[in-house]
């Protein structure tokens, strides 16, 4: 294989790759508040784009991204406050079971509102590739790494050196302890949805001028955020970078198999690595440090 084929496959696949990554970022956010799985999560990528196509019709690009961004947050909040919190007693199945309810709800909300056809999104900047070593690359696969690089340093900064993200850690890390401190529980629980909420809608948004969006398209960046989630480290923030890009590599180099259909199986060549290296490792590739660390971000 040539050298700008291997880029070629290497660029599609960090491209994808960030998107699984901010996805799993998500999900950890809510786990290590409520020790429950969003399986809504995917949802939320797919309002994002579907707000943002929405919005931009009416006002330019850069207003539309933070004004969507805020309106999923918004919805983050509306569904923690309405199918989470009164179940907050229930078992940890029982509130998982709560939120493929609300994917269900939310799909079903915007098939109703947007119909089941795709939406284009315009680039962020020119849609002319790039040429690099060979590879050609569109523009927009650089935005997305960007703002997957904005989101792990403002994440960080706001973890560690801000009161209400000492506060969340405090959450994940004892939620007895930091309730007898002073912290409300329930408030750190609503912000961690509108955060996973946020996040899962930048990535709707930066990834759409590339592979459109639609109203059941959120289901599969479910499943693949929550695959690099656990193969990076449930918990581990760095984790799910390193997991969604993994899967995301793994993804398309899967799919230049020398066999035919190989792309055709790129999706399930991914996840049975996923099986046999958690078979290995369970605690997935940054685990160790989710004990180690007390779940630091």
């Known amino acids: ?35 429950i799985i969003n399986l809504a999560q995917g949802e939320f990528v797919m309002l994002g784009g579907m707000f943002t196509v929405t919005l931009a019709k009416l006002m330019p690009l850069g207003l539309a991204f933070p004004i969507a961004v805020l309106a999923v947050a918004i919805v983050g909040c509306l569904f923690e406050r309405a199918a989470i919190w009164p179940a907050r007693r229930s078992s940890v199945i029982t509130l998982i079971m709560i939120t493929i309810g609300g ?42 790494i960007g703002v997957l690089a904005v989101v792990m340093i403002l994440l960080t900064l706001f973890f560690r050196f801000t009161l209400t993200g000492k506060a969340m850690r405090a959450c994940a890390a004892n939620r007895a302890a930091a309730t007898l401190s002073g912290i409300s529980v329930d408030r750190m629980v609503l912000l ?11 990535a709707g948004i930066v990834i759409t001028p590339v592979t459109l969006v639609d109203y059941g398209c959120g289901s599969m960046y479910a499943l693949k ?3 690099a989630a656990v193969l990076g480290g449930l918990g581990v923030s760095a984790g799910a970078v390193v997991g969604g890009l993994t899967i995301g590599l793994m993804e398309c180099f899967g799919a230049a198999l020398p066999f035919q259909g190989a792309s055709s199986y790129k999706d399930g060549f991914a996840l049975l690595i996923l099986f046999v290296f958690l ?19």
């Open 225 to 227: 955020g929550f695959a």
């Open 1 to 35: 294989m040539e050298l700008s084929t291997i880029l070629q496959y290497a660029f599609a696949g960090i491209k994808i790759g960030s998107i699984y990554a901010m996805v799993a970022l998500g999900f950890n956010i809510i786990y290590n508040t409520t020790g």
């Open 279 to 297: 078979c290995a490792k369970p605690s997935g590739i940054l685990g160790r440090a989710a004990i180690s660390e007390l779940k630091k971000f």
């Open 103 to 144: 994917s269900f709800l939310l799909k079903g909300a915007a098939m109703q509102v947007w119909g089941k056809n795709s939406f284009p999104l315009r680039p962020f900047s020119s849609e002319k590739p790039i040429n690099i070593l060979g590879a050609w690359v569109q523009p927009q696969v650089f935005w997305i």
């Open 192 to 202: 961690s949805f509108a955060l996973s909420a946020g996040i899962g809608a930048i």
